[in-house]
C-alpha cells in the first residue's frame, strides 16, 4: 500500500462523538474525496494466492453450513474470546439509523470463530505469520449470505496494540471464487473478481470500507487480525497478484 500512516497520532475521546463514522474519519488520512478515483493498490493490496482450492473445498462447504450465527454491530463481538459490546455501539448504530436503515436488523455477515475442526483452513490461516496474544490475535470466518450488507466504516483495531499500531494488521482470504453480485469496496475501488484461496490487505486506520453480497450464494471469508511477524511483513512487501502459494498437501 501506498500511504505512509502518522502512528503517533492522540487518539480522541469517542463520547464527544454522535457518530463512529466522524470519530473514525477524525483519525483517518484518507482523502473523503469521491472525485478522485481510488487503485488498487492505493489502501489496499492483493498478497497473492494459494493455488489448490480442492484441498480445501470439502472444508469450505462443511464451514458454510456451520456458520449458523448471523451478527449485527451490536453482536459482532459475542462469538469472539471477549464476549461484550463494542464500546462504540451507540455510535457505530447512530450512523445506520442516519442512512434510514434499522442497525438492530441489519444483518452483516454469518459467523465462526473456531477453526479447530478445519486442518487445511487452519494451514491456510497459518501461513501468513500472524502473531499476537488473545486480545491481539483473532480468526473469524464471514460467511456472508445473500442480501447480508457491512455499511461502510473505517475499522477502529488501535486497542490491539495500544504501543504499537503499525505492528497491527487484518488480512482476509477468499474460499471461493467470486461471483457476480458480491463486493468488497475499498476507499472507492470496487474489489471483485477474486479467485479462491486469494488474500488480500487493506490500510485499517485510514481506508472506508463495505461489503455485500447480492448474489444467490454465500459468500466464504477468513478474516485474521493480529500482529505482523517477520513473515507477514515479508508476505506484505513481496506479495502481488502473481504470487502463488501452494500448501503442503502431505503435512495436513
Ligand atoms: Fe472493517
Known amino acids: 500500500m501506498r500511504h505512509k500512516t502518522d502512528w503517533n497520532k492522540t487518539l480522541q475521546p469517542a463520547d464527544t462523538y454522535t457518530s463512529n463514522w466522524e470519530w473514525t474519519k477524525a483519525h483517518s488520512e484518507y482523502h473523503f474525496d469521491d ?12 498478497l497473492g494466492r494459494f493455488n489448490n482450492p480442492s484441498l480445501w473445498k470439502a472444508e469450505t462447504e462443511r464451514l458454510v453450513k456451520e456458520s449458523t450465527k448471523a451478527i449485527n454491530w451490536q453482536t459482532r463481538k459475542f462469538f469472539g474470546d471477549s464476549p461484550k459490546e463494542s464500546p462504540m455501539l451507540k455510535q457505530e448504530e447512530y450512523d445506520i439509523a442516519q442512512g434510514g436503515g434499522d442497525p438492530k436488523k441489519l444483518m452483516l455477515t454469518n459467523m465462526l470463530d473456531d477453526l479447530e475442526d478445519y486442518p487445511v483452513l487452519c494451514k491456510m490461516k497459518d501461513h501468513f505469520g500472524v502473531i499476537g ?7 473469524r470466518c464471514h460467511t456472508q449470505l445473500t442480501g447480508q450488507m457491512f455499511n461502510l466504516h473505517i475499522d477502529k483495531l488501535w486497542d490491539r496494540c495500544i504501543e504499537d499500531p503499525e505492528s497491527i494488521c487484518r488480512i482476509t482470504f477468499f474460499l471461493e471464487d467470486w461471483k457476480p453480485g458480491q463486493f468488497y469496496m475499498y476507499g472507492n475501488f470496487v474489489y471483485e473478481r477474486w479467485k479462491a484461496g486469494e488474500a488480500h490487505i487493506f490500510d485499517w486506520p485510514n481506508v472506508p470500507h463495505a461489503t455485500c453480497n447480492a448474489s444467490n450464494f454465500p459468500r466464504p471469508s477468513i478474516q485474521i487480525t493480529g500482529l505482523k511477524s517477520e513473515k507477514t511483513r515479508e508476505l506484505i512487501a513481496n506479495g502481488s497478484r502473481d504470487t502463488v502459494w501452494t500448501l503442503d498437501s502431505e503435512a495436513l
Open 35 to 46: 472525485n478522485i478515483v481510488d487503485q488498487e493498490g492505493d489502501w489496499f493490496k492483493v
Open 133 to 139: 496474544d488473545s486480545n491481539e490475535f483473532k480468526v
